[in-house]
């Protein structure tokens, strides 16, 4: 199998998809490190599982649903959901603006 | 008084007949902690004032309540979470910088049931960031060491759990598995580690790492204190729909019953080159006492654990990164540049697993390794009752080891991780030391089975009493 060497490229590319920047040397070490691990995971191609079925779980349960209906028990109020915040306005969480005109 | 060597069923009989009280036992763990843990780094937050309000009022109730014990059946008993594990109103990390300064609104479901049950909290203990890791190195604040010798590693990734029991600052360390994350920190530190079955302990409140492969388990000095602690935590909870629908067993009721007749497997893939002599050697006798008890022993085949580890590595790194996701710098915590490497380079091969071109033959791939891996299992269980292997290749390693090269790290994992593809419980148990240090076997059954683990192990402890082996320090 052909040894795996990811290039600056697929890393910024790979830290884009994880919203994620990385400065120059953070580049430099996870090429290499990324590059080891995704070639001993690479190992995988060697196996036939053809007839195969995926497992995404374990347990087996299916459609477990519970009924539409609002459960106070599992609700905060406002000021318990807000109680631990340093950064509120009324009754919302103040985050930073996330978009420019 | 020496704490060091209490465990859930002494102290309960000693606070039921007065010999000390709930206060005096809380004391005792704040004053061992403050003497020791500058040392050891397990705790990340004390819950000190709580803590003592709660013996009082606990002291109270021994007073006033015949039955309290009763109702209450982990009634005083001090524990150390985890910092995944939700806490209302007390800091809860997870490890990590990213929330360092968080204060959770609720309970995790398990630290209700705890509290209800009794159990003090003596504080949150600190753990690889996330529970990503095998060392409790990749902690975002100062690494855990190893109570048993200061310069190796305690295993992770619930590292601080691991020591906080071992060297007597609370009688039970809860934690989280998702590879190894309970089974690897009692191999080194000389406990009893259960990773349940997945479905077996609510998940709900407990920060995700990998939603389809995350336990919750925790860590104890005795085959018997185990037991005790899940017949709290274990069962079905709305609030989490992997929990499943399948009856508790009372599990110290059977504890002492024997395991004449009974099979065990010894998965031959486990007993190969990268196995250190000394440990084969332990595991090997410790077998030598299951058979005198009765047991039978005999070598089976689990044929894919060779593909184990990648397939491991490419679908708890895909569930990371989507779990992590939601840290986004806006509705949680800080920055994503605030990140430790180990957490950036998950979320970085989880993308990569996820991303277009290459879902088809990393994730599905894997998906489809991890059923051939769990029917591995499932055969072998139709020849033997349970496995037994190696907790670790290798004794607790140095500080320092294995930083550099995360594959190396992810491969000190490689008798476990198997475990959590298949969603069986597995079973820490000390067997014994090697150079001073200690060493895991871990006994593995089919689904739900956690009750036989608790049986064989009990009589081996017995017959062992490892545990009674405390912790001095060394290399201080």
């Keep these: 199998m052909v040894k795996k060497n990811l290039t600056k490229e697929d890393i910024l590319h790979i830290a884009k998809l994880g919203n994620l920047t990385l400065n120059e040397k953070e580049i430099e070490v996870f090429k290499k490190q990324l590059s080891s691990v995704i070639d001993y995971i690479d190992k995988l191609q060697e196996i036939d599982t053809k007839d195969v079925e995926p497992s995404s779980q374990i347990t087996g349960?299916?459609?477990?649903?519970?009924?539409d209906k609002v459960d106070d028990k599992r609700t905060l109020t406002p000021e318990q959901a807000l109680a631990n915040t340093q950064s509120k306005e009324a009754h919302f969480f103040k985050v930073k603006a996330i978009l420019t005109e | 008084m020496d704490l060091l060597?209490?465990?859930?069923?002494?102290?309960?009989?000693?606070l039921k007949t007065g010999v000390f009280s709930c206060r005096e036992l809380t004391e005792k763990c704040f004053v061992n902690i403050k003497k020791n843990d500058k040392k050891i780094n397990a705790f990340l937050t004390l819950n000190e004032e709580q803590a003592l309000k709660k013996a009082n009022e606990y002291d109270e109730l021994i007073k006033n309540d015949k039955e309290i014990f009763d109702k209450k059946p982990l009634l005083g008993i001090p524990i150390a979470l985890k910092d995944l594990y939700t806490t209302k109103n007390l800091r809860t990390t997870a490890g990590s910088k990213i929330i360092g300064d968080y204060y959770p609104p609720f309970d995790a479901t398990v630290t209700k049931k705890l509290i209800n049950a009794g159990a003090i909290i003596i504080g949150k203990t600190n753990q690889d960031a996330w529970?990503?890791?095998?060392?409790?190195?990749?902690?975002?604040?100062?690494?855990?060491?190893?109570?048993?010798?200061?310069?190796?590693?305690?295993?992770?990734?619930?590292?601080?759990?691991?020591?906080?029991?071992?060297?007597?600052?609370?009688?039970?360390?809860?934690?989280?598995?998702?590879?190894?994350?309970?089974?690897?920190?009692?191999?080194f530190c000389n406990?009893?580690?259960?990773?349940?079955?997945?479905?077996?302990?609510?998940?709900?409140?407990?920060?995700?790492?990998?939603?389809?492969?995350?336990?919750?388990?925790?860590?104890?000095?005795?085959?018997?204190?185990?037991?005790?602690?899940?017949?709290?935590?274990?069962?079905?909870?709305?609030?989490?729909?992997?929990?499943?629908?399948?009856?508790?067993?009372?599990?110290?009721?059977?504890?002492?019953?024997?395991?004449?007749?009974?099979?065990?497997?010894?998965?031959?893939?486990?007993?190969?080159?990268?196995?250190?002599?000394?440990?084969n050697n332990s595991i090997k006798d410790s077998l030598k006492i299951l058979e005198k008890l009765g047991a039978t022993v005999k070598e089976v085949s689990l044929p894919h654990t060779y593909y184990a580890m990648a397939a491991y590595y490419i679908l708890v790194p895909s569930e990371v990164s989507s779990n992590?996701?939601?840290?986004?710098?806006?509705?949680?915590?800080?920055?994503?540049?605030?990140?430790?490497?180990?957490?950036?380079?998950?979320?970085?091969?989880?993308?990569?697993?996820?991303?277009?071109?290459?879902?088809?033959?990393?994730?599905?791939?894997?998906?489809?390794?991890?059923?051939?891996?769990?029917?591995?299992?499932?055969?072998?269980?139709?020849?033997?009752?349970?496995?037994?292997?190696?907790?670790?290749?290798?004794?607790?390693?140095?500080?320092?080891?294995?930083?550099?090269?995360?594959?190396?790290?992810?491969?000190?994992?490689?008798?476990?991780?198997?475990?959590?593809?298949?969603?069986?419980?597995?079973?820490?148990?000390?067997?014994?030391?090697?150079?001073?240090?200690?060493?895991?076997?871990?006994?593995?059954?089919?689904?739900f089975s956690e009750e036989l683990l608790y049986k064989v192990a009990y009589l081996f402890e017995q017959e062992t009493q490892y545990y009674k082996i405390r912790p001095q320090f060394k290399n201080g």
């Design chain 1, 61 to 67: 349960l299916t459609d477990v649903l519970r009924e």
């Design chain 2, 5 to 14: 060597g209490l465990t859930i069923k002494d102290v309960l009989e000693k």
């Design chain 2, 131 to 187: 529970g990503h890791g095998s060392s409790g190195e990749n902690t975002d604040y100062e690494p855990t060491r190893n109570p048993y010798d200061l310069s190796r590693v305690p295993g992770g990734s619930s590292s601080g759990s691991g020591a906080a029991v071992a060297y007597g600052a609370a009688l039970v360390g809860t934690g989280t598995d998702t590879g190894s994350s309970i089974r690897l920190p009692a191999g």
């Design chain 2, 191 to 279: 406990l009893i580690g259960l990773k349940p079955t997945y479905g077996r302990v609510s998940r709900y409140g407990i920060i995700a790492m990998a939603s389809s492969f995350d336990t919750i388990g925790h860590m104890t000095k005795t085959v018997y204190d185990n037991a005790k602690v899940l017949e709290v935590t274990a069962g079905l909870d709305p609030y989490d729909s992997t929990t499943v629908p399948i009856k508790i067993d009372q599990y110290t009721k059977i504890l002492g019953q024997n395991i004449k007749g009974l099979k065990i497997g010894l998965p031959k893939e486990y007993f190969v080159k990268g196995l250190d002599n000394k440990v």
């Design chain 2, 324 to 447: 992590l996701s939601r840290y986004d710098g806006i509705r949680y915590g800080g920055a994503r540049e605030i990140f430790g490497a180990e957490a950036k380079r998950r979320i970085m091969l989880g993308s990569y697993t996820l991303s277009s071109g290459y879902y088809d033959a990393y994730y599905l791939k894997a998906a489809k390794v991890r059923t051939l891996i769990k029917q591995d299992f499932e055969k072998a269980f139709k020849e033997v009752d349970v496995l037994v292997t190696p907790i670790s290749p290798t004794l607790p390693f140095k500080i320092g080891e294995k930083t550099d090269d995360p594959l190396q790290m992810y491969l000190s994992d490689i008798c476990l991780c198997p475990v959590n593809l298949a969603g069986i419980p597995g079973l820490s148990v000390p067997s014994g030391f090697v150079d001073g240090l200690p060493v895991g076997m871990q006994i593995i059954g089919p689904q």
